[in-house]
C-alpha cells in the first residue's frame, strides 16, 4: 500500500500545481514597488461623492494621494497616463462588513470573547482579496464572527493583493469589536447532543451578558484610574493590579478608543443596546444588519449610531422576515449615516449594484446611492479623512468602471489603492491566457505520466491472518423422501 502512495505523490503535486495556477500570480496583478510616482487619469467622467460630477475630469496622483482634480490637468514630466476616456472614476468601495482575509472568524466557545483579534488570523492570500479588488473595493472592515454576545477584536484592511499580511492592516484606522444580538449569540441553531447549552440561551441573557461585562470592565478601569492616579502622586511599593486581556478592549470602548459594531435584526435588541450603551457611557458606532432599523431609525440616529444594512436579504431566518428593500432609503432619510455591506466575499464583487437597488427601493438619488458604499462607510469606520470621495490631499483609492457604476452593465478597469494599479483588467485578461497555456502543458505531462506503466516490485507475501473460529453449523434438515421412496422405506405400502 505504501508503495502505492509513493508512485502517486508526483500526480498529486501536479494537480496541486494546477490547482494554484487557476489563481492570478500575486506578483503580477499588483504594479511593482518601482510604479511611477506620479500617475495622471484624464478624460474620464469624475464622480467625486463630495462635490458632484466633473465631465471630461482628470486626477493627478502623487505619492499615493490626489494631488489635484479638475479638468485639463497637464500631465508632469515622468508621469504614467491613464486614459479614461468613456470611463468612470468613483472613490474605491469600502466594504463595511467583510470576513475575508481571515482564517477563522468564531471564538465560539464562551460568549464573551473580547481578547482575540483578527488581525492574529489575516491571510493576505485569500483569493477573495484578488476577486473583491475586481469589484473596485478597496478597503473593508474585518469583523469577528456572531457566535459571541461580545465577540472578538476588528481591523480594517486595504486590500493590497501580493503584500504580506503585515502590509494589510488601514494605519491609523480606529481599531473596533465586534457584538452580536439575537439567534446567532443565543444558539437557537447550534446545540451539541449529550451537552449542556452555552450561556446565554436567551436573548435575556444576551443582554445579562453584555452588561455583565462592562460591569467588570468599569471595576477594572476604576482599578488602574486608582492605581496610575496615585502613582502620579508619588506614592510608593504600589501593585499594579492584575491585567485581564478580555476587559482591556471594553475599557477602550469606555474611553471612545474603540469602535462598537454589532451584528442584530430586530428593533427590540436594537432598543435594548442602545439603553444599556447609555447605561454605561459608551457608544455604539453601527448597528451591522439591522434588517428592522426603518422601525427604529429615529432612536438609531439621535443616538448617533450608523447602519450597515443588507439591499434585499431577508427571510433566510426567524428574526430576519421583517426585513423590506427599503430599508437603506427609509434610514438615510431618518438622519442615519447608512451603507450597504456585503457579509459576503462575493456579494463584495458587486456592491456598486446593491447600492444602485437603493434608487429603486426608496428613491435615493444618484449621488445619495454612491455614498452607500464609499463615504458613509468611510465614515462609520472613522477614515474619512483618508477615503471615501475624490478630493485632494486623501488617499489616491480609485475604482475605475467602463459604464456609470451604478448600471448593471458597469465593470471595473483598473483598481488603485495608495495610488498603485493592484487590478487591472487588460493584465488580468492577458494573464489567463498565459496560465491556461500552462495548464495545457501541465495537464499533457499529467496524462503521460498517467499512460506510463509503472515498474513492477515483487511482492511482499503477507502474514497468514488468523481466521475467526466459525461457530459450528446446525445440521441440515434431511431431505423430504418421495413418494417412491417412502414406499420403498415401508415395503411398497403407505
Known amino acids: 500500500m505504501a508503495g502505492k502512495i509513493r508512485s502517486g505523490l508526483p500526480i498529486l503535486y501536479l494537480l496541486s500545481f494546477l490547482y494554484l495556477l487557476s489563481f492570478p500570480d500575486p506578483a503580477a496583478s499588483a504594479t511593482p514597488p518601482d510604479s511611477p510616482s506620479v500617475i495622471l487619469i484624464q478624460n474620464a467622467t469624475v464622480l467625486t461623492v463630495s462635490h458632484g460630477t466633473i465631465e471630461h475630469g482628470s486626477i493627478l496622483i502623487k505619492d499615493g ?6 479638468q485639463s490637468i497637464k500631465a508632469p514630466a515622468g508621469a504614467q497616463v491613464i486614459d479614461a476616456s468613456g470611463q468612470f472614476v468613483i472613490p474605491g468601495i469600502i466594504d463595511c462588513h467583510s470576513h475575508i482575509a481571515a482564517e477563522s472568524i468564531n471564538e465560539g466557545s464562551v460568549s464573551v470573547s473580547s481578547m482575540v483579534t483578527m488581525e492574529e488570523v489575516l491571510d493576505s492570500e485569500d483569493i477573495d482579496i484578488y476577486r473583491d479588488l475586481a469589484g473596485g473595493v478597496t478597503s473593508a472592515n474585518i469583523l469577528h464572527g456572531s457566535a459571541n454576545s461580545i465577540g472578538g477584536q476588528t481591523l480594517v484592511i486595504k486590500l493590497r493583493w501580493g503584500q504580506p499580511a503585515s ?150 431566518k426567524v428574526e430576519a422576515y421583517d426585513a423590506i428593500p427599503y430599508n437603506a432609503a427609509l434610514m438615510t432619510r431618518r438622519g442615519v449615516v447608512v451603507s450597504i455591506n456585503s457579509d459576503d466575499a462575493e456579494e463584495a464583487t458587486h456592491l456598486n449594484q446593491e447600492a444602485a437597488k437603493s434608487m429603486k427601493y426608496g428613491g435615493l438619488s444618484h449621488d445619495e446611492a454612491l455614498k452607500l458604499v464609499t463615504l458613509n462607510p468611510a465614515i462609520q469606520l472613522g477614515i474619512d479623512k483618508r477615503v471615501g470621495s475624490i ?78 473460529e466459525e461457530k459450528p453449523k446446525p445440521p441440515a434438515p434431511a431431505p423430504t423422501p418421495t413418494v417412491a421412496q417412502a414406499e420403498a422405506s415401508q415395503g411398497g405400502a403407505l
Open 391 to 468: 478630493d485632494v490631499g486623501k488617499d489616491a483609492d480609485l475604482a475605475i468602471y467602463n459604464h456609470d457604476p451604478l448600471s448593471a452593465y458597469a465593470v471595473v478597469q483598473k483598481t488603485l489603492i495608495d495610488g498603485r494599479v493592484y487590478f487591472d483588467r487588460e493584465r488580468d485578461i492577458a494573464n489567463r491566457a498565459e496560465i491556461e497555456k500552462e495548464k495545457k502543458t501541465l495537464t499533457e505531462k499529467l496524462k503521460k505520466a498517467e499512460k506510463k506503466p509503472e515498474e513492477k516490485k515483487p511482492q511482499e507475501k503477507k502474514p497468514e491472518e488468523k481466521k475467526l
Open 65 to 70: 494621494k490626489i494631488a489635484e482634480v479638475g
Open 167 to 316: 502590509k494589510l492592516p488601514f494605519e491609523g484606522a480606529m481599531p473596533g469589536i465586534k457584538f452580536a444580538l439575537g439567534e446567532n449569540p443565543k444558539r437557537s441553531n447550534f446545540s451539541i447532543p449529550g451537552q449542556p447549552r452555552r450561556y446565554p440561551a436567551t436573548r435575556m441573557g444576551v443582554e445579562e451578558t453584555i452588561r455583565g461585562a462592562f460591569s467588570e470592565a468599569r471595576d477594572y478601569k476604576k482599578a488602574w484610574d486608582d492605581y496610575n492616579k496615585r502613582s502620579a502622586a508619588g506614592e510608593k511599593n504600589l501593585i499594579p493590579p492584575r491585567r485581564d486581556l478580555k476587559l482591556e478592549p471594553l475599557v477602550e470602548v469606555l474611553e471612545g478608543k474603540r469602535y462598537v459594531h454589532s451584528h442584530c435584526y430586530r428593533e427590540d435588541e436594537i432598543l435594548m443596546l442602545l439603553r444599556v450603551a447609555k447605561e454605561f457611557g459608551f457608544k455604539v458606532r453601527t448597528f451591522q444588519h439591522v434588517l428592522e432599523g426603518y422601525k427604529v431609525a429615529d432612536e438609531i440616529a439621535a443616538a448617533g449610531a450608523g447602519a450597515s444594512t443588507f439591499s434585499d436579504w431577508w427571510a433566510y
